[in-house]
Structures are given as structure tokens and as C-alpha cells.
């Protein structure tokens, strides 16, 4: 089964700042892109650069590419079944704004042609909009259209919070992380 999803949000903002944002994939308190804190955290073995190695949960990946300041391309190495990449860019449209572009392209195999639609690509979607947030937060100082889980996310995340034992958030602690 073949899997194209884009996720992307036009920003009044330079090409630079935010393709600034890219450059701090890879986790911990610098990352301005990741949503940590209201997802499993992203890790990488390394900065930012070609091999270096990481993921999020259950879902791992090698930096296939990179060009500072526009665009990363991670290569797919798990879970099993996951055979592709995803990328994020930044797009000029002009010299106050900018794209930023969040695209993944796979073909799915095996239990991982139930696991995406079931699982992975609600949460992966509810993520991207997550991101896309902060980044807005990053360059223009407010969020537009806040991202909103949809009440099958939150029922997933509530099925995580059962099988891992993590502590319940409040609506409330959600929405602060988000801003932060």
C-alpha cells in the first residue's frame, strides 16, 4: 500500500528562520520544531547531520540528506513494514514568507498495512499539526488556528497512557506544552 501525507503552513516569515527551526531537529531543549512533552520525544544519536541515527517511539529512522537552513530527509528503519522517507522543507514564496512543508512518502507492508490507517496515521497527522504550531509560535509569536486532537487521537493517546503506565495530562497541561 502506497502512503503520500503532506502536512505544511505557510509562515510570515523568512526563509532562514525558518528553515532555522529544521536545523534544531534532533530532540532536548533546543529542538523549536519537536512537540516533546505532548509526544514521545524525538532522539537522534547525534546532531543533525547525514547518518546520524534516532526516532520517536516506536518509529526510527536515519538522516538520508540534509542541506542546512531548508530541508532533511529521514529514511525509514522501523517499525517493520515501513519502507520510505519523511522531510521537512522550507519553501520561499517570497521574502516574508515562507512554507514550511512536512512531507512522507512510504509503502507499507505487512501488519503495518492495519497499524497505519489504524494507529500511526492519526497520531502521525495530530503530530505534524503539533509541530506546525510551534513553528507558527516560533516565527509569529501566536498560533492562528490552534491544531485540536480529534476525539479518536485522544482516544489512542488514553490506550497509551493504559499500556505504558504514563501519567494522564489535563487538557490544560496539553495546551500549555503547545505554547511552549
Known amino acids: 500500500m502506497g502512503v503520500f501525507n503532506v502536512h505544511e503552513r505557510l509562515l510570515t516569515a523568512g526563509q532562514g528562520e525558518v528553515g532555522a527551526l529544521i536545523d534544531t531537529l534532533a530532540g532536548g531543549e533546543g529542538d523549536r520544531l519537536w512537540p516533546a512533552g505532548l509526544w514521545e520525544e524525538m532522539e537522534l544519536d547525534r546532531p543533525l547531520a547525514v547518518g546520524a541515527a534516532g526516532g520517536h517511539g516506536p518509529v526510527r529512522y536515519t538522516v538520508a540528506a540534509y542541506v542546512p537552513g531548508t ?33 512522507l512518502a512510504m509503502t507499507v507492508t505487512g501488519v503495518s498495512r492495519v497499524t497505519w490507517p489504524l494507529a500511526y496515521r492519526p497520531a ?37 497512557r493504559l499500556v505504558t503506565g504514563a501519567r494522564p495530562r489535563s487538557e490544560r497541561e496539553v495546551a500549555s506544552a503547545a505554547r511552549t
Do not use: Q
Not at 530527509?73 to 514568507?97: I, K, S, Y
Not at 499539526?129 to 485540536?148: F, N, Q, S, V, Y
Open 71 to 103: 530541508w532533511v530527509r529521514f529514511t525509514f528503519t522501523g517499525p517493520r513494514g515501513f519502507h520510505g522517507f519523511h522531510e521537512f522543507t522550507a519553501l520561499p514564496v517570497d521574502v516574508e514568507r515562507t512554507v514550511l512543508r512536512h512531507t
Open 124 to 160: 502521525h497527522d495530530a503530530v505534524l499539526e503539533d509541530c506546525l504550531d510551534r513553528a507558527e509560535l516560533a516565527c509569529t509569536g501566536t498560533i492562528a488556528h490552534p491544531a485540536r486532537w480529534s476525539p479518536y487521537v485522544r482516544f489512542l493517546r488514553g490506550l497509551e
